[in-house]
């Protein structure tokens, strides 16, 4: 029953905070621009709800430099400092509001990952994708992309397991204090998290 009221939550939500963040979001477009030029919105294809692929939305945070065979440098070496702010303030994930009014994501869920990860997971861990992934959730108030990725699929299972209204409050209310704080942005070593190697156990064996 709550899926339902969470849906029509993040309907109504996404929607007031596109109109009132429209000064912002419009500020940080045209910042981008000038700082990085055109796309200012990096679009990313990710797994949702029962694995369906969407395209998410996110400001761009890096550049397209490349080395002298025409190959894209790391993410280390192109994110600029205009980007490392937005990471840091969060700010980059603004464009997912979009996201969560088409109905792609919620304001509240495990994180959407990248598609390449799709076929290494184990089963248990496949059922993050029994719900619709978030803007935050329950593995960003408990270390973001700072914690191991045993403890990210720990979180995020117990989150599709015990899904409530009160989690969801209390998740969001814990990333006010993440965000302001800044903690957890990356990975010892990485710009974000490190690359999911996979498990023994793969879906669909």
């Given at each position: 029953?709550?899926?339902?009221?969470?849906?029509?939550?993040?309907?109504?939500?996404?929607?007031?905070?596109?109109?009132?963040?429209?000064?912002?979001?419009?500020?940080?477009?045209?910042?981008?621009?000038?700082?990085?030029?055109?796309?200012?919105?990096?679009?990313?294809?990710?797994?949702?709800?029962?694995?369906?692929?969407?395209?998410?939305?996110?400001f761009?945070?890096?550049?397209?430099?490349r080395?002298?065979?025409?190959?894209?440098?790391?993410?280390?070496?192109?994110?600029?400092?205009?980007?490392?702010?937005?990471?840091?303030?969060?700010?980059?994930?603004?464009p997912?509001?979009?996201?969560?009014?088409?109905?792609?994501?919620?304001?509240?869920?495990?994180?959407?990952?990248?598609?390449?990860?799709?076929?290494l997971?184990?089963?248990?861990?496949?059922?993050?994708h029994?719900?619709?992934?978030?803007?935050?959730?329950?593995?960003?108030?408990?270390?973001?992309?700072?914690?191991?990725?045993?403890?990210r699929?720990?979180?995020?299972?117990?989150?599709?397991?015990?899904?409530?209204?009160?989690?969801?409050?209390?998740?969001?209310?814990?990333?006010?204090?993440?965000?302001?704080?800044?903690?957890?942005?990356?990975?010892?070593?990485?710009?974000t998290?490190?690359?999911?190697?996979?498990?023994?156990s793969?879906?669909?064996?």
């Amino acid at each position: 029953m709550y899926k339902y009221i969470k849906r029509l939550i993040d309907i109504i939500a996404s929607l007031f905070f596109l109109i009132v963040l429209t000064p912002l979001l419009l500020f940080l477009t045209v910042l981008g621009y000038f700082k990085l030029g055109k796309p200012v919105i990096f679009v990313q294809k990710r797994p949702g709800l029962d694995g369906k692929i969407f395209r998410m939305f996110k400001f761009r945070t890096m550049n397209n430099e490349r080395n002298s065979d025409g190959e894209l440098l790391d993410d280390k070496f192109r994110v600029t400092r205009y980007g490392d702010f937005l990471r840091r303030s969060s700010f980059d994930e603004l464009p997912e509001l979009i996201n969560v009014l088409k109905g792609d994501m919620s304001l509240v869920g495990p994180r959407p990952l990248l598609v390449k990860y799709l076929p290494l997971y184990n089963e248990e861990q496949f059922k993050r994708h029994n719900v619709r992934p978030g803007i935050t959730g329950y593995s960003q108030v408990n270390g973001r992309n700072s914690i191991t990725w045993e403890d990210r699929f720990k979180h995020d299972l117990y989150y599709v397991e015990n899904m409530s209204f009160a989690l969801d409050i209390r998740i969001l209310l814990k990333t006010v204090v993440r965000v302001i704080s800044r903690s957890g942005v990356s990975q010892e070593g990485h710009v974000t998290m490190g690359t999911f190697k996979g498990n023994n156990s793969k879906v669909g064996d």
